[in-house]
């Protein structure tokens, strides 16, 4: 039974040591490398010290192109269409005539009318003579009277239904390809072509609510498109007068002349848009921002110390980001290591000039 006991004591005494022994190691690791004197080693980190500069602060933005005019041709009454005299493809002037709808039935009622019209023109000029002469009474001259306005308003109703045969261009343009053939029965709700102006067009964008005060009408903007490396310009001319409540940003258009048709409606920009000029702008590398839940931060050295400092931005241009609040100028801002930072940590600043 001594045995025994010996047995479990040297157990029980060995599992302790080995357990002091690992909790001793692990805080030894935790401590990191340590100097000379015993206390823990700096960490090696690079760093920039802030100096303040003249920025030009722009917006990236997407946005759209879209033609200055578009609309679908169609025929506002239906018929056999008899003519077509557009090429696809092709341009076309303001007024010229695109196609023409069959009237013959129309141009028919409209002689019937026209022969009712007389009639009750006649009708009510006789009345008026009796009336004159009190052989009638006022109300059969009324009759009269009702009887050929009424004729009158029947015969210009066909007349504008038979103008409406003949579709002519509002606007000039490049008609596309279109969807019927002579001799096709159309109603208004068929699509015939569509007619678009590209001498100019429009580029609609949206930019988020905090820069909405600083938006302003003839502003000039430059973007490009996918496809092409060359860079256009435009002009502001329509700004939203609310802000969309749903994505909390502002839409405005801008104009841009396309004489040589460059520029397709609906393809995709990207659009650069200017601010205003800031003078004394801090700009950091975009690596020495650390996001956090309640916003972003960076680490600055103060008395060979890491500090943290929330910081706030604005504009992000390929390799920096504009600081607005939270540093000023002669700031030793640390670039490298700052995932594993934390306030009060010894570090050894290497400093890395601007590019």
């Known amino acids: 039974m001594k045995i025994k006991y010996i047995v479990y004591s040297v157990l029980v005494i060995g599992i302790g040591a080995l357990i002091y022994y690992r909790i001793s190691a692990?805080?030894?690791?935790?401590e990191g490398p340590k100097d000379k004197g015993g206390?823990?080693?700096?960490?090696?980190?690079?760093?920039?010290?802030?100096?303040?500069?003249?920025f030009a602060?722009?917006?990236?933005?997407s946005g759209s192109v879209e033609a200055n005019e578009q609309i679908d041709i169609q025929s506002e009454v239906s018929g056999i269409v008899e003519q077509i005299n557009f090429q696809e493809g092709a341009p076309v002037t303001k007024g010229q005539v695109l196609f023409k709808v069959n009237d013959v039935e129309l141009r028919a009622q409209a002689i019937q009318a026209a022969t009712k019209q007389n009639l009750a023109s006649e009708n009510e000029r006789r009345a008026k003579l009796l009336l004159e002469k009190e052989a009638i009474s006022r109300e059969e001259y009324d009759i009269a009277s009702a009887d050929f306005?009424?004729?009158?308003?029947?015969?210009?109703?066909?007349?504008?239904?038979?103008?409406?045969?003949?579709?002519?261009?509002?606007?000039?343009?490049?008609?596309?390809?279109?969807?019927?053939?002579?001799?096709?029965?159309?109603t208004p709700t068929t699509l015939i072509a569509r007619l678009v102006?590209?001498?100019?067009?429009?580029?609609?964008?949206?930019?988020?609510?905090?820069?909405?005060?600083?938006?302003?009408?003839?502003?000039?903007?430059?973007?490009?498109v996918a496809g092409s490396k060359e860079k256009f310009t435009a002009k502001i001319y329509?700004?939203?007068?609310?802000?969309?409540?749903?994505?909390r940003t502002l839409k405005m258009r801008a104009v841009a002349d396309n004489p040589e048709g460059k520029l397709l409606p609906g393809t995709f920009a990207n659009v650069e848009l200017p601010l205003s000029m800031v003078l004394n702008a801090i700009l950091i590398p975009?690596?020495?921002?650390?996001p956090v839940q309640d916003g972003k931060k960076v680490f600055i050295t103060e008395n060979g110390k890491a500090k943290e400092v929330k910081v706030e931005t604005a504009t992000r241009t390929d390799k920096e980001i504009l600081i607005t609040a939270g540093l000023k100028v002669g700031d030793t801002v640390l670039t490298t290591g700052v995932m594993g930072l934390k306030n009060d940590t010894p570090v050894k600043v290497n400093i890395s000039a601007k590019k």
Do not use: C, H, W
Not at 57 to 61: A, E, G, H
Not at 238 to 246: G, L, Q, R
């Open 26 to 30: 692990n805080k030894d690791q935790g």
């Open 149 to 186: 306005k009424t004729m009158k308003a029947q015969s210009q109703l066909i007349n504008a239904q038979i103008a409406k045969t003949t579709v002519r261009a509002p606007f000039p343009g490049r008609i596309g390809l279109r969807s019927i053939s002579p001799g096709t029965y159309v």
């Open 286 to 290: 975009t690596e020495a921002v650390v």
């Open 197 to 224: 102006n590209t001498s100019q067009v429009k580029i609609t964008f949206s930019v988020p609510e905090k820069y909405a005060a600083q938006m302003k009408l003839d502003t000039k903007i430059t973007f490009t």
């Open 238 to 247: 329509a700004i939203e007068p609310e802000v969309d409540v749903a994505t």
């Open 39 to 54: 206390s823990k080693a700096p960490m090696a980190v690079n760093g920039i010290v802030t100096e303040g500069q003249s």
């Open 57 to 61: 602060n722009s917006l990236s933005l």
